[in-house]
C-alpha cells in the first residue's frame, strides 16, 4: 500500500495559482497511478488529473484542462498539480491518491490509498 501525504492548499484569488504537493511512501509507488480528486461542500468527489508511473500519459477533467498541469518525480516520490488561472469553482478540500489500475482510473473507488486531503479556496 502506498502512503500519502498532500500540501500546498490555501487562499488564492481568482485568477491566481497554487502548487499541490504530494508525497508518498511505500515500495510499491512507482507501480501505481497517481491521481488528483477534490471535494466540494455538498457535492461528490470528483476526478481532477491522473498520471502514469513513468509519467508518459495523463489525462484530465474537462473542467481543469489547460489550466491544471500533474506531474511526477519518482526519484523523489512526490506528485504535484499545478493549478493556474483559479476560479472560485475550484474551491474544494483535493486528495491526492493512488491506483494500480488505468482502465479505471477516473474512478475513486478503483483507488486504494488516500492522502488527508488540503483546502483550496479561490476567492472571486
Known amino acids: 500500500q502506498v502512503q500519502l501525504v498532500e500540501s500546498g492548499g490555501g487562499l488564492v484569488q481568482a485568477g491566481g495559482s497554487l502548487r499541490l504537493s504530494c508525497a508518498a511512501s511505500?515500495?510499491?509507488?512507482?507501480?501505481?497511478?497517481l491521481g488528483w480528486f477534490r471535494q466540494a461542500p455538498g457535492k461528490e468527489r470528483e476526478f481532477v488529473a491522473v498520471?502514469?508511473?513513468?509519467?508518459?500519459?495523463?489525462d484530465y477533467a474537462d473542467s481543469v484542462k489547460g489550466r491544471f498541469t500533474i506531474s511526477r518525480d519518482n526519484t523523489k516520490n512526490t506528485v504535484s498539480l499545478q493549478m493556474n488561472s483559479l476560479k472560485p469553482e475550484d474551491t474544494a478540500v483535493y486528495y491526492c491518491a493512488a491506483t494500480p489500475y488505468r482502465s479505471t482510473w477516473r474512478w475513486s473507488g478503483a483507488y486504494d490509498s488516500w492522502g488527508q486531503g488540503t483546502q483550496v479556496t479561490v476567492s472571486s
Open positions: 511505500g515500495r510499491t509507488f512507482s507501480n501505481h497511478y
Open positions: 498520471i502514469s508511473w513513468g509519467g508518459g500519459s495523463t
